[in-house]
């Protein structure tokens, strides 16, 4: 008898043993295959992040030259209606009418894109009339034949978009120019150009110094590089020897720009220096005729950290499902085969509901992406010849029925121009890429200019009441008129008789500006959400100004709110803005 105890205690014990060396193993085991199938799993999320973000690159670049050839062409667009102007083509190419309708196109123009100068050379290519930017010197009396863009655009009376140069001043630029051509007599009378400096005007559209993160390069047609963030080759060609052997000679590099600039769009990826890199390129394409080529250049290993952020959560929760299987299988080793089975199943869900929202990324990326194209191309580029053109019949008709009608486009044409503006405004304030222009200046001269243009448009009995102050402040000057505009606008809006005060003083470190009016007031139903998108209750208007103003002056560190005024009539909005004592 204790002969069979003493066989069974050894036999349990075996059993205990080889139990628990079971359990050991199976766990040995689970998590193995867990790691094995977690690995194979986020290498397949980064192969299908990593293709997504390719896709989103190429799209991104075509809508991007589409962008540039847009504004370029507004530009060549601005010049056609100043060659073809009533001044000009009367012979006066200089002038104070001429110099007038020049400074009209160049504020037009740069509060829209950055150009250093327009000017007029005769048919000698003698410069005669010039606005610049103050301290350019305006080259009146210099012969521009040396020029080969000046040369191309006499011989061929042709608009023409120039490869890149080095001006007197040392800075790199490139032109666009449009022949003076006599309507009657078809006689060559000179020409009307804009030089635009390639940096300030591409830093306009993205990133051009920072190499570890997303950039852009722009070539012209000689593969001249435009920008760099060494600027030691701008103004070299892509193909010297300078430029190949920096690069390395990499021929995957070198295909993609000569693919682009056949006038085919190409993306690939490369190494450079042990890192790589993404790079997709779209020819700009101006009037049906490519002009320059931009390319978009992404360090992959700015891409991957986004990734691992997703994967590192996603590896959480399955590690706290598998550690509580875990403990279940150590408890009661019946069930480990349903373990493994809910194990697998859970990693299928968590990875199907990862795909979900990945494919749901994917459509919203795509309609957004969509929306710029429409909003930057099918709605800006109709709107500047019916604007260009409507304003070349006012200036010719003499008929006041018919010039009461061209009034009507043109003021229409302003109107839908101006609702194109606030859209691009709006995306670009939600896709986080409105960019400020900062720089010292007196903030009561855009007071003035933006009393002074609602004063033209105001056919209203109201006062507009201000006390000019010197207050220098640093910002975006563009932008901050037009939060100034937008909000003197809609005092006038909302008030037809009474006056409308602008209050500008310094507070300690901040300047306040308030716009006080006798309207209409807010309205209660309104007030709670009176800064955000569409929030307007009136038939002329979208809704869009005051969620625009509010992005604006945050933007700069400040902020903006309104009120009801205590004696019932009318409402104040007022924002601040933080003075930097240096320019104090």
């Not at 350019?136 to 863009?149: A, D, I, K, M």
């Not at 494919?359 to 990326?365: A, F, G, S, Y």
């Not at 008129?481 to 008789?497: E, H, M, P, W």
Request: with cysteine.
């Amino acid at each position: 008898m204790n002969r069979l105890k003493d066989i069974s205690r050894i036999f349990a014990s075996n059993t205990r043993k080889v139990t628990i060396l079971s359990i050991v193993l199976i766990i040995a085991v689970s998590y193995g295959l867990f790691f094995y199938l977690q690995n194979n799993t986020e290498t397949n999320i980064r192969k299908s992040l990593f293709e997504q973000q390719k896709e989103r690159q190429i799209e991104s670049a075509k809508s991007l030259s589409s962008h540039i050839g847009s504004d370029l062409d507004l530009i060549c667009s601005k010049l056609e209606l100043l060659a073809n102007s009533y001044t000009l083509q009367q012979g006066n190419l200089v002038g104070n009418k001429t110099i007038e309708a020049l400074k009209k196109a160049y504020h037009q123009i740069n509060s829209i894109t950055p150009v250093d100068r327009l000017f007029i050379l005769d048919k000698n290519n003698i410069g005669i009339s010039s606005i610049a930017i103050e301290d350019l010197p305006r080259y009146v009396g210099v012969n521009f034949s040396y020029r080969e863009w000046v040369r191309e655009t006499k011989d061929m009376l042709m608009p023409l978009f120039s490869n890149g140069f080095e001006g007197r001043d040392s800075t790199y630029r490139i032109a666009i120019t449009f022949p003076i051509i006599n309507e009657n007599t078809g006689e060559y009378m000179g020409l009307v150009g804009a030089s635009l400096p390639t940096i300030p005007f591409f830093e306009h559209y993205g990133n051009i110094y920072d190499i570890k993160s997303q950039y852009l390069a722009v070539l012209d047609k000689k593969a001249v590089q435009l920008i760099h963030p060494v600027k030691s080759f701008i103004g070299i060609s892509f193909f010297s020897d300078h430029t190949q052997q920096a690069m390395g000679h990499n021929e995957i590099h070198n295909n993609i720009i000569r693919t682009v600039m056949s006038g085919k769009p190409h993306s690939d990826t490369y190494e450079f220096r042990n890192e790589e890199r993404i790079n997709t390129g779209y020819p700009i394409v101006v009037r049906s005729k490519p002009e320059y080529y931009v390319f978009i250049i992404t360090p992959t290993s700015t891409i991957f950290p986004q990734v691992n952020d997703v994967i590192y959560m996603h590896r959480i929760e399955i590690f706290s499902l598998l550690a509580g299987v875990t403990i279940a299988v150590a408890v009661l080793i019946v069930f480990l085969i349903k373990w493994n089975t809910t194990l697998n199943n859970e990693v299928k869900k968590r990875t199907k509901e990862l795909e979900t929202a990945n494919e749901q990324l994917k459509v919203h990326d795509k309609m957004q992406r969509e929306f710029i194209n429409i909003a930057a191309h099918e709605l800006r580029s109709p709107i500047q010849p019916i604007l260009g053109l409507s304003e070349v019949l006012q200036s010719r008709e003499k008929d006041e029925e018919k010039r009461r009608l061209t009034d009507i486009i043109s003021r229409n044409a302003r109107r839908l121009q101006s609702l194109t503006e606030d859209i691009l405004d709006v995306t670009r304030i939600e896709s986080h890429t409105l960019k400020l222009n900062k720089e010292e200046f007196n903030l009561n001269d855009i007071i003035v200019n933006c009393i002074n243009d609602v004063t033209i448009s105001n056919g209203k009995n109201v006062k507009l009441l201000y006390e000019p102050k010197d207050i220098i402040v640093e910002g975006d000057k563009g932008r901050l008129s037009q939060v100034i505009s937008n909000l003197l606008s809609n005092a006038l809006k909302f008030t037809t008789d009474g006056s409308i005060s602008i209050i500008s003083e310094k507070k300690d470190d901040y300047v306040i500006v308030s716009i006080k009016d006798t309207g209409t007031g807010i309205d209660s139903e309104l007030f709670p959400r009176l800064f955000t998108k569409f929030a307007s209750k009136s038939f002329s208007g979208t809704g869009l100004g005051l969620f625009i103003a509010k992005s604006i002056i945050e933007a700069h560190g400040g902020k903006i709110w309104a009120k009801n005024n205590t004696d019932g009539k009318g409402a104040t909005f007022t924002f601040s803005l933080f003075i930097n004592k240096k320019v104090v």
